[in-house]
């Protein structure tokens, strides 16, 4: 057991800000197209965090175009570029997925100050 955690703790990312459900975030991923890379942002909503550890991950929420879009996001994958939190969110929820059913103001999250 000790050796597992020891393997998988040399790859886990130590400079993750900190992130809750309910935040508004901007992930940067990597993208390679061909031979060349380069960065994309996704901005939304962390509408769910599951896992822990090195299999971690956080679900994003935008709506692009009025359609909604989400994508699941490993947080120690070495695509990940940074996760930068624009703003906190005051939830009551581990999980937000009654907001894939609302549209417009409705689907907003109240900011924590």
Avoid at 4 to 11: E, G
Avoid at 79 to 99: C, D, N, P, Q
Wanted: glycine share 8%; net charge positive; hydrophobic share 35%.
């Amino acid at each position: 057991m000790d050796l597992i955690q020891a393997l998988t703790s040399s790859y886990m990312k130590s400079e993750l800000p900190e992130m809750h459900v309910g935040d508004n975030v901007r992930v940067t991923v990597r993208v390679k197209e061909g031979n060349r890379e380069r960065n994309q942002a996704f901005d939304g909503t962390i509408i769910a965090k599951k896992h822990g550890g090195i299999n971690e991950t956080i679900t994003v929420r935008r709506i692009s175009n009025g359609v909604g879009c989400e994508k699941v996001f490993p947080v120690h994958s070495p695509t990940i570029v940074s996760v930068e939190t624009i703003r906190r969110g005051k939830v009551r929820r581990a999980k937000l997925y009654y907001l894939r059913d609302r549209v417009g103001k409705k689907a907003k999250v109240r900011e924590r100050i």
